[in-house]
T-cell receptor, first 112, second 115 residues
C-alpha cells in the first residue's frame, strides 16, 4: 500500500512566524498536489508539482517537489490567521493517474 | 450552480437505517469521486466514476455501501443498515477528466452521524 505521511500532524504558531510542513513517501509519485481545507468545507487545490526538484510559489507559500519525486514540502512565510486550516497532500502514483493517494493532513492554527 | 453541491449537509440517523447522500457535480465534469473523511483519518477513497466506464468501486468498505451516477451527472451514495462506524463526513469531488493533473473540485460534504 502506498502511503503519504505528513508531518507535523498539528502545528500552532503565532502570526508572523515561518513554518514548513512535510509530505513523505517511500514510493514515487508522478505528481503531487497540495490542498487546504477549512472547517465545514471541502479541500481546495493550492498547487500541483510534477517535475522532480520543482519549486512553485503562491504568494507567501512555497512548494517543493523532491528530486526523486517521493516527497514534498510546503513552506509558509510570515503566517497569518487566514492561513489556518488543514493542509493535505495528495499524489498520483506512477502507473495509476486516476486515483489520488491522500495524506492525513497537517492541522495549522495561526494565532493573532 | 458554479460548484459541486451536496445534500443534505447534515444527516443524523439511527443505527440500522438506510441513508442516501446526493452529489451534484460541476456541469461538464466527466469524473466524480466519493471520499469519506473521519476525524484524524484524512480522506478515504470510496468510489470513482469516469464517463461511461465501469466505476472503480475498490474503496467501498463493505457491501452495505453502493453508489450510482445517473446520466453522467448526479450521483447518489447509499449506505444500507448504517453502523456507528459509518459516522463521518462524506465528500464528493468532480474533475473535468479523470486522469492527469486535473484538479478535483470538492463539495462541502455531508456530515453523517449514526446514533
Amino acid at each position: 500500500t502506498q502511503l503519504l505521511e505528513q508531518s507535523p500532524q498539528f502545528l500552532s504558531i503565532q502570526e508572523g512566524e515561518n513554518l514548513t510542513v512535510y509530505c513523505n513517501s517511500s514510493s514515487v509519485f508522478s505528481s503531487l498536489q497540495w490542498y487546504r481545507q477549512e472547517p465545514g468545507e471541502g479541500p481546495v487545490l493550492l498547487v500541483t508539482v510534477v517535475t522532480g526538484g520543482e519549486v512553485k510559489k503562491l504568494k507567501r507559500l512555497t512548494f517543493q517537489f523532491g528530486d526523486a519525486r517521493k516527497d514534498s514540502s510546503l513552506h509558509i512565510t510570515a503566517a497569518q490567521p487566514g492561513d489556518t486550516g488543514l493542509y493535505l497532500c495528495a499524489g498520483f502514483s506512477a502507473g495509476n493517474n486516476r486515483k489520488l493517494i491522500w495524506g492525513l493532513g497537517t492541522s495549522l492554527a495561526v494565532n493573532p | 450552480g458554479a460548484g459541486v453541491s451536496q445534500s443534505p449537509s447534515n444527516k443524523v440517523t439511527e443505527k440500522g437505517k438506510d441513508v442516501e447522500l446526493r452529489c451534484d457535480p460541476i456541469s461538464g465534469h466527466t469524473a466524480l469521486y466519493w471520499y469519506r473523511q473521519s476525524l484524524g483519518q484524512g480522506l478515504e477513497f470510496l468510489i470513482y466514476f469516469q464517463g461511461n466506464s465501469a466505476p472503480d468501486k475498490s474503496g467501498l468498505p463493505s457491501d452495505r455501501f453502493s453508489a450510482e451516477r445517473t446520466g453522467g451527472s448526479v450521483s447518489t451514495l447509499t449506505i444500507q443498515r448504517t453502523q456507528q462506524e459509518d459516522s463521518a463526513v462524506y465528500l464528493c469531488a468532480s474533475s473535468l477528466v479523470g486522469t492527469g493533473l486535473n484538479e478535483q473540485f470538492f463539495g462541502p460534504g455531508t456530515r453523517l452521524t449514526v446514533l
